[in-house]
């Protein structure tokens, strides 16, 4: 796990191998239904739009995870890490 990966909800009761969700998951958890929305609304195309071979749930994922990326990325600068 790295720094800017850390767990989302840190115990110390949780083992490393087990211990929940990370920061980039929840994150992507978060994006997920603004995504969502906006996919059924018709305001957003996920993944590389009708090109792509994905179900439509798998592209919508990995848009979150997209997401959560750069919200890692993000925090990393202002956290000076």
């Known amino acids: 796990m790295t720094p800017e ?6 115990s110390a009761a949780i ?3 087990f211990g ?3 920061l980039r998951d929840w994150f992507a958890g978060q994006a997920l239904p603004a995504i969502i929305t906006a996919t059924s609304a018709g305001q957003h195309m996920p993944g590389n739009g009708f090109n792509d071979e994905r179900s439509i749930q798998e ?4 848009d979150a995870y997209k997401i ?4 890692l ?3 990393a600068k202002g956290c000076g890490l």
């Open 5 to 10: 990966n850390l767990r989302a909800f840190p």
């Open 15 to 17: 083992d490393d191998q």
């Open 20 to 22: 929940g969700m990370t």
């Open 59 to 62: 592209r919508m994922a990995a």
């Open 68 to 71: 959560a990326d750069a919200m």
């Open 73 to 75: 990325a993000e925090r």
